[in-house]
């Protein structure tokens, strides 16, 4: 009878450790989807923005973050001026920027 108890004392503690390590695994699994689905696709969006901001020149077409349409007329280190209609210049932030018409 003793032999029994330490057999199923045994089979147990193998249980909780293996239950341990599906723990572990669990949490690692969540961390990669997490990485995968959320953070890594916001890097990549966050790289494209920046380029664009970077390479806006003036004769650009641009739309701001507000849907202001207008043709960029200069650029300086951290605003752009927007000619909006004929003669109606306004200055932005650079950043602003969220797309370049061709």
Sequence with gaps: ???EVFAMAG???AQGQGS???GIIMLVAMFAIFY???IRPQQKRAKQQKELVSG???GDSAVT???IH???TAVEDTTVTLEVATGVKIKMN???VTEVKQ
Excluded: P
């Design 1 to 3: 009878m003793a032999t």
């Design 94 to 96: 650079r950043v602003s």
């Design 56 to 58: 806006l020149k003036a």
């Design 36 to 38: 995968f689905l959320l």
């Design 65 to 67: 973050a507000g849907g």
């Design 20 to 22: 341990q390590y599906q």
């Design 70 to 72: 207008g043709k960029i």
């Design 11 to 13: 089979n147990a503690a």
